[in-house]
């Protein structure tokens, strides 16, 4: 496609349940990244995976969130047992090359997720 | 403790005139920035980058401005249009850290009138 997919684009989840958002990057991208946007605020780093390697997951903020991208190009973030304080837009982007600190980010419209 | 700060929420400016959004930033490790934008409901969109070893780069009617010293970075626009109006945001990365992991702002909300 011409830019990132992420779907669905708005979740509603009741407390306690699972969750799954899906990323379809730009076609070729090695780079993928999770980050978390939580209202009034900036993007804030959750994952990244290079290829099919998840390479740095220190932004997930607890066991509760997993994230997995099997084949090198479709990503699931995936948050178990969801919380109030989970409700976000959650954002997806991918890069060209191998992540460089001069590689910007191309980011998906988000999905936002609702937790009553 | 926020290590990239945009101090200024909002800003308004009318058309045709300069808008200036600022930045600063704690991390003396930080050594790229990138400004994106953002319009409601859709995600950010890269605008304009520097480098460290730069103190300025255009593109068209964009200008980043970074002083090391100060560790502030400043984007200005000229002139000034309607469309320009959306969230800017301010971001930073690092060669000690995990490449493309920026840390972002917390976003200035520009309205330009006509």
């Known amino acids: 496609g011409a830019g990132v997919s992420q779907s669905p684009r708005y979740k509603v989840a009741k407390r306690g349940q699972d969750v799954a958002l899906r990323c379809d990057p730009i076609?070729?991208?090695?780079?993928l990244f999770w980050y978390q946007q939580a209202l009034g605020q900036g993007p804030e780093f959750l994952t990244y995976?290079?290829?099919?390697?998840?390479?740095?997951k220190s932004g997930l903020p607890s066991d509760r969130f997993f994230a997995e991208r099997p084949e090198g190009s479709v990503s699931t973030l995936k948050i178990q047992r969801t919380q109030q304080e989970d409700s976000a837009v959650y954002l997806c982007?991918?890069?060209?090359?191998?992540?460089?600190?001069?590689?910007?980010?191309?980011f998906g419209n988000g999905t936002r997720l609702t937790v009553t | 403790d926020q290590q990239v700060k945009q101090n200024s929420p909002s800003l308004s400016v009318q058309e045709g005139r300069i808008s200036i959004l600022n930045c600063d930033y704690t991390?003396?490790?930080?050594?790229?920035f990138l400004w994106y934008k953002k319009y409601p409901a859709e995600g950010p969109t890269f605008l304009i980058s520097?480098?460290?070893?730069?103190d300025k780069n255009e593109d068209g009617r964009f200008t980043v401005f970074l002083n090391k010293s100060a560790k502030h970075l400043s984007l200005h626009i000229v002139p000034s249009q309607p469309g320009d109006s959306a969230v800017y945001f301010c971001?930073?990365?690092?060669?000690?850290?995990?490449?493309?992991?920026?840390?972002f702002g917390d976003g200035t909300t520009l309205t330009v009138k006509p």
């Open positions: 971001a930073a990365s690092g060669s000690d850290t995990n490449a493309g992991k920026s840390t």
């Open positions: 076609s070729g991208h090695v780079s």
């Open positions: 995976f290079q290829n099919e390697a998840q390479l740095d």
């Open positions: 520097i480098s460290s070893i730069k």
């Open positions: 982007a991918s890069s060209l090359i191998r992540a460089a600190n001069n590689s910007p980010l191309h």
């Open positions: 991390n003396s490790m930080f050594d790229y």
